[in-house]
């Protein structure tokens, strides 16, 4: 019996593909390939339903209900029997539809009410395309083999549709894929508008053959790229086999995958199947995805990632299809992808207009690359790289989250009006350059820069900025697959001092952990990595980094200040460790007779609530303090900063959040310790003049805010504000955004 099935599954592939190759419109090819279906597995119905938008199934083509209702019925997704294979991904079997929950009947279609149904998603590598049914009068369960049969072909449908062989004419009701304009919403990760045209990082496999004719030749295709699949991976386990234990045991459960014998034994039955081996491939990939993606674990679902990357790069083998397909990157290249890492953003550079992700979150290393190439970058755009083509036209607003994929006239004329109207805004800033920023009560407020590339520091001359307030390290250790060596990081850390020209650089040592996670090293399973085991914790567990790190910081400052910052500092003790193991580097370099430092100053980030109580010593101890305000507000209002539904409802101009600042001003005040504010909201004009007025004298922000936090600043007097933001306490106002800006609008 199986032989018999394998045989009459690889008899309807082979249909397939002649239908594939025959000439024809993408309806022709619907109605042909739902007759063979229907033919071969001997029932009296199969339809295909493709998605029309996210929401919503389309009847698109049938054997066996009435024609008319082709492009007429359509389904929401969840709706129906049909509705529930596409929202779960999983196939429906069922000997007695009307008893099943959720059936719906359909009387425009013409059918009877059959008795069994088989229903199976058409998907593609997690991306969902429709649905596949057939259905019969006689009530009974279809086979193991007839279900894995229709699995393979609806596999093999996807592949069709990748391939255009389903689009639409102007005549017919079927889509008229990658024609028309697109809007994504998506989430702000850095602002900005930019124009250009699509760059996908990682331009899909395209499976030109998905069927096999001869399995033993298919097999043996699939050995040898497997066999180079897995030479490779070694390769990478020998690279890091210095480094350090997680960066080994990560690799280690890589190379685990790549020779897992089951994994090439399902890939081998479904080119049985009559699959070829790139569509095997695949199939296996689109099957991983689907059991790990309900996993409750989530170190099994982290895992996901790794099967998708063995997959995709098997499938590189297979197809020669590498990541160079021989397409010119666009001018103005706007950065389409699923996710990235920071090696290959940093690896395009200021090239890039834009990025815009499926994946990604607000204070992911992509996005603090993003931050400091000063792109926009917009997160969580569902589907794009299935829907953009390379060339595409795109308009990204990372003020909004907004993406427009080949955008109508009006649309692009908008756009470019809003980026004149800012280009214009900024030549305006230019000529405040060289100038203070000074109130008109003669109060000045030193306006630093945040940083972490040595791509930032020509923006140190010509954005004005007085220093470097936040110096980001880790991003020399994200964009590496192992841990950079001291050497390397203190030329870094000169050269960076050396292009900075005597201004002062505010280092942050190490601070990963939460959603920065080093290539090689382990990650966590934490349930809130944002209050788990990340930066300073990460530093006093792992000394031999931090040691390493503040030595290279160390040699890099001979013959000049050194300024450190230890970050997510939460107690005293935590600032009095990290200060000690400075102090013991600074000893031990004098030992070895290495030139020092002209002077050292050491300060913590104030980014937990819980250190505006410190005690007295502390402030007296640090050498200077600088608030996280985005660390802090998460941790002040308990809204996840990763989370769009809260992390927008709390305002930094709440009166609660204001009396803390005002709070720790006077703590760092008392004990004569500067202070100064990073972090987004230092570069959002209303917001900078406000914590000046409180009496923050230095702000340090992205560079592009400089111009104008500037040019407000200059326009106030913060002696007057400050009365509005009393006054307006006074009265009992709970937020002060309404009373500041009302009162800047009369200035």
């Avoid at 000049?560 to 939460?570: C, E, G, K, N, S």
């Amino acid at each position: 019996m199986p032989e018999r099935k394998d045989s009459d599954s690889r008899k309807l592939l082979l249909r397939l593909r002649e239908i594939l190759a025959a000439p024809g419109g993408g309806q022709d090819r619907l109605d042909r390939i739902t007759h063979h279906i229907a033919d071969s597995m001997g029932t009296q119905v199969c339809s295909i339903y493709l998605f029309r938008d996210p929401e919503t199934l389309e009847l698109c083509a049938t054997e066996g209900l009435k024609p008319e209702s082709v492009h007429k019925t359509r389904l929401r997704l969840g709706e129906g029997l049909v509705g529930r294979v596409a929202r779960s991904g999983r196939y429906v079997n069922t000997a007695d539809a009307p008893s099943e929950p959720g059936f719906r009947y359909m009387p425009e279609t013409g059918e009877e009410v059959y008795s069994s149904f088989l229903g199976v998603p058409i998907q593609r590598v997690g991306e969902k395309l429709g649905v596949l049914v057939v259905q019969s009068r006689d009530a009974r369960l279809f086979t193991d083999d007839e279900l894995y049969g229709l699995d393979v072909v609806a596999m093999v449908l996807a592949e069709m549709a990748e391939l255009g062989a389903f689009l639409g004419s102007q005549s017919d009701g079927m889509p008229l894929q990658h024609r028309f304009p697109i809007v994504f919403r998506g989430g702000v990760a850095q602002e900005g508008v930019a124009e250009g045209r699509v760059w996908l990082h990682e331009p899909r496999v395209v499976i030109a053959n998905p069927v096999g004719e001869d399995p033993l030749k298919e097999k043996a295709r699939l050995t040898e790229g497997v066999a180079m699949l897995r030479t490779t991976v070694d390769s990478m386990l020998a690279a890091t086999s210095m480094a350090a234990g997680d960066s080994a045991e990560v690799m280690e459960t890589y190379r685990m995958f790549a020779h897992s014998r089951s994994w090439l034994r399902r890939m081998e039955e479904a080119i049985d199947r009559g699959l070829s081996a790139e569509a095997a491939v695949e199939k296996e990939q689109s099957q991983a995805r689907a059991r790990l993606e309900s996993a409750a674990d989530p170190y099994l679902r982290d895992r996901l990632h790794d099967l998708d990357d063995l997959s995709n790069r098997l499938l590189r083998i297979l197809t020669g299809q590498g990541k160079d397909t021989g397409a010119e990157m666009p001018e103005n290249p706007i950065l389409v992808a699923r996710n990235i890492g920071p090696a290959d953003l940093l690896d395009y550079g200021r090239k890039l207009r834009g990025v815009v992700l499926e994946e990604g979150s607000v204070g992911s290393h992509a996005t603090v690359v993003a931050r400091a190439l000063a792109i926009p970058l917009v997160i969580h755009a569902e589907r794009i790289t299935s829907e953009a083509l390379n060339g595409d036209q795109i308009f990204v607003d990372g003020d909004t989250g907004m993406v427009h994929l080949r955008p109508e006239e009006t649309i692009a004329k908008a756009y470019r009006d809003k980026m004149a109207m800012q280009a214009e805004a900024q030549q305006r800033y230019a000529g405040l350059r060289d100038l203070p920023a000074s109130a008109k009560c003669g109060t000045t407020i030193q306006l630093y820069m945040n940083a972490g590339l040595m791509a930032d520091l020509p923006s140190l001359e010509n954005s004005g900025a007085e220093g470097v307030g936040l110096f980001r390290t880790e991003l020399q250790f994200l964009a590496r697959t192992r841990v950079p060596r001291r050497g390397e990081l203190a030329a870094l850390y000169t050269k960076v001092l050396e292009n900075a020209q005597g201004k002062p650089v505010m280092f942050r040592t190490l601070d990963i952990g939460s959603d920065k996670v080093l290539p090689y090293m382990k990650p966590q399973d934490e349930p809130n990595p944002a209050m788990g085991w990340r930066a300073i914790r990460v530093g006093l567990d792992k000394r031999g980094v931090l040691r390493m790190q503040l030595q290279a910081l160390i040699r890099a400052s001979v013959g000049r200040p050194l300024y450190v910052m230890f970050p997510f500092i939460t107690e005293m003790n935590e600032f009095e460790e990290a200060h000690r193991l400075l102090m013991e580097q600074i000893a031990r370099e004098q030992r070895l007779g290495h030139g020092m430092p002209t002077d050292v100053r050491v300060g913590a980030m104030l980014e937990t609530p819980s250190l505006a109580f410190a005690p007295k010593k502390f402030f007296e101890m640090c050498d200077f303090i600088s608030v996280g305000g985005n660390d802090l507000k998460q941790f002040f209002f308990a809204a996840d900063r990763e989370n769009e539904r809260v992390r927008r409802r709390y305002d930094t101009l709440n009166t609660s959040f204001i009396s803390l600042l005002e709070q720790i001003l006077q703590r760092c005040n008392d004990a004569r310790v500067p202070v100064s504010f990073c972090g987004e909201d230092a570069g959002r004009p209303i917001e900078a003049v406000t914590f000046a007025a409180l009496g923050f004298r230095r702000l340090s922000m992205r560079p592009a805010s400089i111009g104008p936090v500037k040019h407000l600043i200059r326009r106030v007097d913060l002696s007057e504000l400050r009365r509005v933001i009393d006054d307006a306490r006074d009265i009992g106002e709970t937020n002060l955004r309404g009373p500041v800006t009302d009162w800047l609008a009369r200035q």
